[in-house]
């Protein structure tokens, strides 16, 4: 569960506590029984409000959040190179995935001018890191 979502701020956005707190109580608010009768199925329970804010409530919190998130996420990326992908006709590249015809990688032209090198799967959750060399060749880049 992403404390982010559950207390609906972004991920990459910078807050101060009391934003966060904020959040937190609205947060509340929306899910509690006693103060909302039109409560929706799939919304967060107060247990899970609570342990969100635990998460992330301080400056601190966060940090060491996006620190773990990050550790935990370098540890599922495999490194795959962009010269063992096929090209495609429309000049994107695709490499399968381990979850088989569902899905695969695909890497488009956007991917490579934005430098984007993690790239998720089209048919299950697993991400890999692409390894590319930018080329710079009469002034412009390819």
């Given amino acids: 569960m992403n404390p982010y979502a559950v207390l609906n ?14 959040a937190y109580r609205k947060a509340l608010i929306q899910s509690h029984p006693d103060k909302r009768k039109d409560i929706l199925p799939g919304r967060y329970s ?3 409000i609570r342990e969100a804010f635990q ?9 060491n959040f996006l620190k773990t998130k990050e550790s935990e996420r370098a540890q599922y990326y495999s490194v795959v190179d962009l010269s063992e992908f096929d090209e495609l006709e429309d000049g994107s590249y695709y490499y399968p995935c381990r979850c ?4 695969g990688y ?11 090198s993690i790239i998720p799967c089209l048919g299950c959750s697993l991400t890999i890191q692409v390894a590319y060399e930018v080329v710079e060749t009469d002034g412009s880049e390819q």
């Fill in 100 to 103: 088989g015809e569902l899905g």
């Fill in 9 to 22: 701020l972004e991920e990459d956005e910078l807050y101060t506590d009391e934003q966060v707190k904020e």
């Fill in 46 to 48: 107060v247990d899970q």
């Fill in 55 to 63: 998460a992330i409530g301080s400056t601190e919190d966060r940090e």
């Fill in 106 to 116: 695909v890497v488009t032209e956007e991917n490579l001018e934005n430098e984007e």
